[in-house]
């Protein structure tokens, strides 16, 4: 009985730092490894049409990208607002698709080129007419799998 | 003379690692890559005759839009919301009507004989069609034949398509095909 009653004072414990470092580090090593940092710098202003259906790319590594949309703030006294296609990081052309395509299916590995999807991201307030042009040019080039990118709206 | 040396004071090894799970925190762009895939028709020769004309006309349903995103579904103007209705009517034909598309009897691989409808949506726009109401009549597209195939597996493995196997998949899918053809550009201004 007396055992158990003895106890008159108690202090609590001050809480151990030690492991804080450790689980700090597991949260850096998770971002450390699903992060990719960016590659190319945005140079059109990109806000993605909402639909419901859209489904996940499957293979990310084996997409080239295709941005359409209106120049960013600050570039807009250079380039005027009209819709435009950003390849990499530069402005481009419709023309310039055929060279883009070849020079991205050198870079994926043999077998995986017949899976290189093109994922077109296009603000949502662009015309069809240049989406149209690049689909013609894409078409040209075989490339022909391709994905308009788009979000999931996020709230039903 | 062996003097101890003294610790290394850990406590700012979290400080570090904070400092350091922040950069890549800000750096990382989780960004979904989700979108409506597709496959493009590969481009005609020039010296090949078109033969798209043999599809018989009731196998076809147009669907337009406008420079004005107004959308036209089969020489009918209709919303953007009942354009599933009209697709989902258009491909299931349920009385054999004789205005909607033809079925055609065909042995799948693993299931057996289904009556697979042979229509073809075709989707036409104009050069002022804006981006969204493209992507919105697609998305719509999508979801009547998704629909369809969830009913479809419902009807014969009592779950919905997304979560079925692989070859389950690949059944469903032959069963009822997605016939989107995004035509030729066209000015349908006009009409």
Known sequence: MAKFGRSGKKEVPGLTTAS?????????????VTTQLRETENKVMVKLPEASQSAKLERKDLAAYINVGPPVQHLQAQYGNDARIQLNDSFRTVDDIRDFIATERESKS????????????????VRMGIITDIKQELRRCSALKIMYSARKPSAD | ?????????????????????????????????SGLQRRLPPMPDENQKVQNQKINRRNIIVVKINSADRLMAGNEPIDVSM???????????????PKLPEK????????????????????????????????????????????????????????PYLSLDEDHQKIVREAIPQNISEAEPKDVSKN
């Open chain 1, 20 to 32: 804080m470092s450790d689980i700090v580090f597991m949260l850096l090593f998770f971002f450390m």
């Open chain 1, 110 to 125: 043999e077998a995986d080129r017949q899976f290189m999807t093109v994922a077109i991201r296009a603000d949502e307030n």
């Open chain 2, 1 to 33: 003379m062996a003097k101890k040396l003294p610790e290394i004071n850990s406590s700012s090894t979290a400080d570090i690692a904070f400092l350091l799970l922040s950069f890549f925190l800000m750096t990382s762009n989780m960004e979904q890559n």
């Open chain 2, 83 to 97: 354009l599933k209705f009209k697709i989902k009517e258009f491909l299931i034909n349920a009385n054999n009507d």
């Open chain 2, 104 to 159: 055609e009897n065909k042995t799948i691989e693993g299931y057996g004989d289904y009556m697979v409808s042979k229509g073809v949506i075709s989707l036409q726009n104009d050069r002022g069609t804006s981006y969204q109401a493209y992507i919105a009549v697609q998305n719509e597209i999508v979801k009547a034949i998704d629909e369809l195939r969830d009913d479809f597996s419902k009807a014969n493995y009592g779950k």
